[in-house]
T-cell receptor
Framework: DSGVTQTPKHLITATGQRVTLRCSPR?????VYWYQQSLDQGLQFLIQ???????AKGNILERFSAQQFPDLHSELNLSSLELGDSALYFC?????????????FGSGTRLTVV | AQSVTQLGSHVSVSEGALVLLRCNYS??????LFWYVQYPNQGLQLLLK??????LVKGINGFEAEFKKSETSFHLTKPSAHMSDAAEYFC??????????FGTGTKLQVIP
């Protein structure tokens, strides 16, 4: 157990639908990062939050949004889902907003869009 | 700007043979370097990290990596491969201020 909790582990939904993925960071970590991993695109950085504020943005589609709440858990919202959104979505956390300590990853949410 | 290049998206070794996974980095300042391992259907797990204390870094499961500034490399090695080492390995870099940048990964196959 890495200390980073992601729910749900698996999600199957239809095209056009909206889903919410949840992440609880490791205790004491202030930063949360979201990644998408697919066979053809590899590991893609989506977005980073630090202590409730957006810190960095990567290849995140406009249909996707995220937020970090006062208790530091984060949610990634995916809307108007397409078949190509099927992927593993990882959350990672770190103590600070910087990269010197590396990240701790959760076990991921596998999203299947049918 | 910071980046990492992992040479070889797939590497195959025989059980008991040396494992060598290559990583070259680019960073404008002394870097922090990391190796992560991902087993099927799991998240990435930190294997080891370099933070300038020593050039040879030992990690979990018998892996180690050597930081070579002159070659801008941080290759991952293990003297003797086990079947359980079959996984995908990611090299990553950070300048300490920006977020971590990951390489594209190398899938290690161990042949019995």
């Amino acid at each position: 157990d890495s200390g980073v909790t992601q729910t749900p582990k698996h999600l199957i939904t239809a095209t056009g639908q909206r889903v919410t993925l949840r992440c609880s960071p490791r205790s004491g970590d202030l930063s949360v990062y979201w990644y998408q991993q697919s066979l053809d695109q590899g590991l893609q950085f989506l977005i980073q939050y630090y202590n409730g504020e957006e810190r960095a943005k990567g290849n995140i589609l406009e249909r996707f949004s995220a937020q970090q709440f006062p208790d530091l858990h984060s949610e990634l919202n995916l809307s108007s889902l397409e078949l190509g959104d099927s992927a593993l979505y990882f959350c990672a956390s770190s103590p600070s907003g910087q990269g010197d300590n590396g990240y701790t990853f959760g076990s991921g949410t596998r999203l299947t869009v049918v | 700007a910071q980046s990492v290049t992992q040479l070889g998206s797939h590497v195959s070794v025989s059980e008991g043979a040396l494992v060598l996974l290559r990583c070259n980095y680019s960073s404008s300042v002394p870097p922090y370097l990391f190796w992560y391992v991902q087993y099927p259907n799991q998240g990435l797990q930190l294997l080891l990290k370099y933070t300038s204390a020593a050039t040879l870094v030992k990690g979990i499961n018998g892996f180690e990596a050597e930081f070579k500034k002159s070659e801008t490399s941080f290759h991952l090695t293990k003297p003797s491969a086990h079947m359980s080492d079959a996984a995908e390995y990611f090299c990553a870099v950070s300048d300490g201020y920006q977020k971590v940048t990951f390489g594209t990964g190398t899938k290690l196959q161990v042949i019995p």
